[in-house]
């Protein structure tokens, strides 16, 4: 049973016109994650949310936004994508405790090809 | 500053035994979780470490050294479903319950 789920899988859109990348999940996990994997790349972590608070880090691109309109969902919105950003990007989720031993839960990623 | 190292690439064989090593730098360790990804998919959990020692799950193995900054992934009896990418991810406390990546270990397995 997929338990973090992202669409789509695939997506090709223009250079400059707005996209939006969706995630859910079925956990009820506090936190969700959105991270950005070019090719042979380290993921690397773009925001996340605990409950409805957003934490940006400090070198995502202004033209990457996020939404979490409730525990459930989570949206990833490229206001103006550039070629650069042509990537994997990967939806986590975890619980809330920092101190359990709580692996982070990443759906199957949506691949993003910027023409 | 956060830093995690680990080699680009290994090749392997059926049946053999494999170590992946990784190092690590970072201000207030929190734990460390091995993950692996095939091309093309999301990465998946296989182990965690936050105290000294090996743990054991299987076929795979990860051991943690935290004075010297040091981990390793052992993976015994390879398979060829074991070809894929094996990333090393260390919890910092100044991020919160976040993960900092390495760049990921590509192991081929060849019969």
């Known amino acids: 049973d997929a338990m973090v789920i992202q669409n789509p899988r695939y997506q090709v859109t223009q250079f400059g016109k707005p996209v939006t990348l969706s995630c859910s999940q079925t956990l009820n996990h506090n936190v969700m994650y959105w991270y950005q994997q070019k090719s042979s790349q380290a993921p690397k972590l773009l925001f996340h949310?605990?409950?409805?608070?957003?934490?940006n880090e400090a070198d995502t691109p202004d033209n990457f936004q996020s939404r979490r309109p409730n525990t459930s969902f989570c949206f990833l919105d490229i206001r103006s994508p550039g070629l650069g950003d042509t990537a994997m990007y990967l939806c986590a989720t975890s619980p809330r405790d920092r101190g359990a031993n709580q692996p982070q839960h990443f759906g199957d990623g949506t691949r993003l090809s910027i023409l | 500053g956060q830093n995690i190292d680990q080699p680009t690439e290994m090749t392997a064989t059926e049946g053999a035994i494999v170590q992946i090593n990784c190092t690590y730098q970072?201000?207030?360790?929190?734990?460390l979780f091995w993950y692996q990804q095939h091309a093309g998919e999301a990465p998946t959990f296989l182990s965690y470490n936050v105290l000294d020692g090996l743990e054991e799950k299987g076929r795979f193995s990860s051991f943690l050294s935290r004075s010297k900054g040091y981990s390793y992934l052992l993976l015994k009896e390879l398979q060829m479903k074991d070809s894929a990418s094996y990333l090393c991810a260390v919890r910092d406390n100044q991020a919160g319950t976040a993960l900092i990546f390495g760049k990921g270990t590509t192991l081929s397995v060849s019969s």
């Open positions: 949310y605990y409950d409805k608070d957003f934490n």
């Open positions: 970072t201000s207030g360790f929190n734990g």
